[in-house]
């Protein structure tokens, strides 16, 4: 069974520019999460989708949106690149809608550096 | 006050030690806890859930819980080289939101 795949893996981009990356969650998952790592923040919270729709939302400024599509794939984009863009930036797949049996996937992440 | 906090290490212990791994979040209706383990460069991968006081075994690995304390802790027995990571806790926020520790680093030595 494939697990969490995330594309691109690595990338650059220049201030200013925009990015998607794409998550595609493990087969037969309807929740996708987005996260971000830094050295300096650790593993922050962006959305979560479910079903197509975004339940939650983590504190990032609206430069930062997502979107999942009805076979559960997800994109997120961010706009007008900053430097602190910056970041390892990870997708987590789960099956259901929450609760302590619950467990939540991360794929190996996307990589992003602006420069 | 952050929600969930760890000690950031790094935490060097021999091989074949007992690694304590400590981790207190601030929400008192928090009902469960997620131990994940992250190898440089690579993403988190969960280890181990803990729901009731107590403790849960599972191999080498024993997560401890006082809800009354806060605390959640996880013990690694017969620490080997390859144990070396950042192991982070996570409280749930909600749906599949997951709030993370920063981190503590383990390094097990030869």
């Known amino acids: 069974k494939a697990g969490v795949t995330q594309t691109p893996r690595y990338l650059i981009k220049t201030r200013g520019q925009q990015v998607t990356l794409s998550c595609s969650p493990i087969s037969g998952h309807r929740s996708v999460s987005w996260y971000q790592q830094t050295p300096g923040q650790g593993l922050q919270f962006l959305f979560e989708y479910f079903s197509e729709t975004q339940r939650n939302k983590g504190n990032f400024p609206g430069r930062f949106s997502g979107r999942q599509f009805s076979n559960s794939r997800s994109e997120m984009n961010v706009s007008t690149l900053e430097l602190g863009d910056s970041a390892l930036y990870l997708c987590?797949?789960?099956?259901?809608?929450?609760?302590?049996?619950?467990?939540?996937?991360f794929g190996e992440g996307s990589w992003l550096t602006v420069v | 006050q952050k929600e969930v906090e760890q000690n950031s290490g790094p935490l060097s212990v021999p091989e074949g030690a007992i690694a304590s791994l400590n981790c207190t979040y601030s929400?008192?209706?928090?009902?469960?806890f997620f131990w994940y383990r992250q190898y440089s460069g690579k993403s988190p991968e969960l280890i181990m859930s803990?729901?009731?006081?107590g403790d849960k075994e599972d191999g080498r690995f024993t997560a401890q819980l006082n809800k009354a304390s806060q605390y959640v802790s996880l013990l690694i027995r017969d620490s080997q080289p390859s144990d070396s990571a950042t192991y982070l806790c996570?409280?749930?926020?909600?749906?599949?939101?997951?709030?993370f520790g920063t981190g503590t680093q383990l390094k097990v030595e030869l």
């Open positions: 929400d008192r209706v928090s009902q469960s």
């Open positions: 987590a797949s789960s099956l259901g809608s929450g609760g302590q049996q619950n467990t939540i996937y």
């Open positions: 996570a409280v749930p926020g909600g749906g599949n939101k997951l709030t």
């Open positions: 803990i729901y009731s006081n």
